[in-house]
């Protein structure tokens, strides 16, 4: 991750990754036993989500291999019905909560940075261009970002939800809910974006190479993306990483609301859904392990993106 | 000062006319009225009329004034799924929300104000510590699950304390209160702790950190040497001036309230605006929908107006 934000290369002989190393990032990560630990466990994660089928004992949502008679099988026990070990236990439907639990993140990472970047692309155009243009323009887009951060996400994303439910046609839904929670969840979250970007162009736009750039002829577009955005982008790094733990959250809450991922393709938030309905019968062990990932993933990414904004820029502190 | 009023209405007014617009396009543009009133049997001519009837063929700037014309007179038409008038469910279930809401920004404000001046007071103290330790939990989990955490403890193992519902309420003209039974007040509890806790958490802090501060400054030194008691300078002198960030985070924090109340609502089953609106979204209830975001915009207006009234009233620099 710190190879993203390397200064410019000093001894361009060496590798990328010994330059990195050597860096202040790189000293600062190597340094910080918070770090390290955060990276380790976001990267065994990611790792362990994107190679699910393979370290999984069973594929959850492959009706054919659950067996019924597996069913509430507690942690550690073999299942009545296939004698399979249950390290996490089995769910209603004898579904393995280990694999269950992976396939799950899996999509709550997903959605996480899909809609992440979604938000990212969003608020910095609108950023660049608010800052760049100026005039009505930009009072107009801060103005719609004023009133967009003085309510919460996740109303917005509640909302966007169900206005996209009306205007698609009900057959389509589960097919679509992925793509509508990303854009439910990224459009509640643009803002931040496009207020730093706004506030770092209005300064980048009044130096020298900028206008050196507008000299030689180059049009608005051009300038605003060779020119104007490398510079602008740090910071940006940062709140993205941030916002990927809100937004993992964000998308967890709202499956949990029961307007998220539906149960045939569930993410952590509609795990700890349907395990919520077995808390008083005495199976804590689908509701505990999807939390327990949840609050793991969430604290993992802030702690690092916590580091990596002091790391990357005293200043913001 | 007058200035600094009219300009903090104005900017609540503009507000609620850019959520109204929303709220209005919602109706205009998700689903199809005509459709949605006529029925299969219709004819185009009924259609035609059914449309010029309700006014579907006017200007758009003309329907809009028409629609905040029946908003502000509260009437958001009826709802597609309960089929009863919007008005009515938002007054039956509004105490359920209000109770739980103002309940749990007392809680949190008196216990996270006092933990915050002991914290800063006792800096090193064990009690200290594991304040902060608290809040930074607080901070990282997410509402549901704190509710959930509880429910689990409180409603499962200990089994003290209800964990859905209102219990019985008792009814004063329109409004509802759960004040007054026994099974009511306990079922207050834990939705009241569960909602209250983000809040405490972030006032703690926040208390804390202007404390400590406060406390450095030249005019406590002064009021020391003075001879004042210490008492008298922690409480007179030094925690009035912490409370003008204090009051701003609280008023700006109104927003998280609403939608953690949407999810405390939603873990207890609390009969509240919140459930009903999430139960909105999921049926696609456009008026229940825009109901609730024209209430929310109004709410947000109205106490932006009075934290801004109270700034004035706790610092007396603002006067002038």
Redesign the interface.
């Known amino acids: 991750m710190s190879v993203v934000s390397q200064p410019p290369p000093a001894q361009a002989q060496k590798g990328l990754f010994a330059r990195a190393w050597d860096s202040d990032v790189g000293y600062s990560f190597r340094t910080s036993p918070v770090a390290i630990a955060a990276a380790t466990v976001t990267v065994a994660i990611v790792f362990g989500t994107t190679f699910a089928e393979f370290i999984t004992p069973q594929n959850p949502f492959d009706a054919a291999s659950l067996n019924l008679m597996d069913g509430f099988t507690p942690p550690g026990e073999a299942g009545a019905g296939s004698g399979m070990i249950f390290r996490f236990g089995a769910d209603s439907q004898g579904r393995d909560m280990y694999s269950a639990l992976l396939f799950g993140s899996r999509v709550s990472l997903l959605i996480g940075t899909a809609s992440v970047i979604f938000s990212l692309l969003l608020g910095v155009t609108l950023g660049l261009v608010a800052g760049y243009v100026g005039g009505q323009i930009e009072a107009l887009i801060m103005r719609v970002a004023d009133?967009q951060l003085?309510?919460?996400?996740?109303?917005v994303a509640?909302?966007v939800?169900?206005?996209a439910?009306?205007?698609i046609h009900p057959s389509l839904h589960e097919q679509m809910t992925f793509v509508v929670m990303t854009v439910a969840i990224g459009l509640s979250n643009w803002a931040q974006y496009a207020r730093t970007v706004r506030a770092s162009t209005l300064v980048e736009k009044r130096k020298e190479y900028v206008d050196a750039a507008r000299v030689i002829g180059l049009r608005a577009f051009p300038v605003m993306l060779k020119h104007v955005l490398p510079n602008v982008a740090g910071p940006v790094l940062v709140i993205a990483t941030i916002n990927l733990a809100l937004a993992v959250?964000e998308e967890?809450?709202l499956s949990?609301?029961?307007?998220g991922m539906p149960p045939t393709q569930p993410s952590l938030g509609t795990l700890?859904r349907v395990g919520?309905q077995f808390?008083?019968s005495g199976e804590?062990w689908i509701?505990l392990f999807p939390?327990v990932a949840?609050?793991t993933i969430?604290?993992s990414i802030?702690l690092f993106g916590d580091w990596l904004r002091d790391a990357l820029n005293p200043r913001l502190r | 000062m007058i200035a600094h009023l009219i300009r903090s209405l104005l900017q609540g007014i503009l507000v609620i006319l850019a959520v109204g617009l929303i709220a209005f396009s919602m109706f205009r543009f998700v689903g199809d009225p005509i459709a949605s009133l006529a029925g299969q049997e219709a004819t185009d001519a009924d259609r035609a009329e059914l449309s010029e009837r309700l006014g579907l063929n006017d200007p758009f700037p003309i329907q809009f004034a028409r629609f905040l014309g029946h908003a502000a007179h509260g009437d958001f038409g009826i709802s597609y799924r309960q089929a009863r008038p919007v008005a009515d469910l938002l007054t039956e279930r509004l105490p359920a929300t209000i109770e739980l809401a103002v309940l749990s920004a007392l809680f949190a404000f008196i216990v996270g104000v006092t933990l915050g001046v002991y914290a800063a007071i006792n800096r090193r103290g064990l009690v200290a510590n594991s304040v902060m330790v608290l809040s930074l939990i607080g901070v990282s989990l997410p509402t549901f699950l704190i509710g959930i955490g509880l429910i689990y403890m409180f409603a499962v193992e200990l089994r003290w304390l209800p964990s859905f519902g209102r219990g019985d309420v008792v009814r004063i003209g329109w409004w509802t209160t759960g004040l007054l039974t026994e099974t009511g007040r306990k079922s207050l509890v834990l939705p009241v702790l569960t909602l209250g806790f983000f809040q405490l958490t972030l006032i703690m802090r926040l208390v804390r950190a202007e404390m400590l501060e406060t406390m450095r400054t030249d005019y406590v030194r002064f009021a020391r040497a003075r001879g004042i008691p210490e008492r008298r300078i922690q409480f007179r002198h030094a925690l009035r001036n912490t409370m003008v960030p204090v009051v701003t985070i609280v008023g700006l924090q109104l927003g998280s309230v609403i939608a953690f109340a949407i999810v405390t609502e939603t873990v207890f089953q609390w009969p509240g605006l919140g459930a009903l609106f999430v139960n909105a979204v999921q049926f696609v209830d456009i008026p229940v929908m825009a109901a609730y975001l024209m209430f929310v915009a109004f709410v947000f207006a109205t106490v932006n107006f009075i934290t801004d009234f109270i700034y004035v009233l706790i610092d007396p620099r603002l006067r002038m």
């Not at chain 1, 949990?256 to 307007?259: D, S």
């Open positions: 009133i003085s309510f919460p996400a996740i109303l509640l909302l939800f169900g206005i439910r009306g205007l959250l967890a809450t949990f609301l029961g307007v700890i919520q808390l008083f804590w509701l939390s949840l609050v969430a604290l802030n």
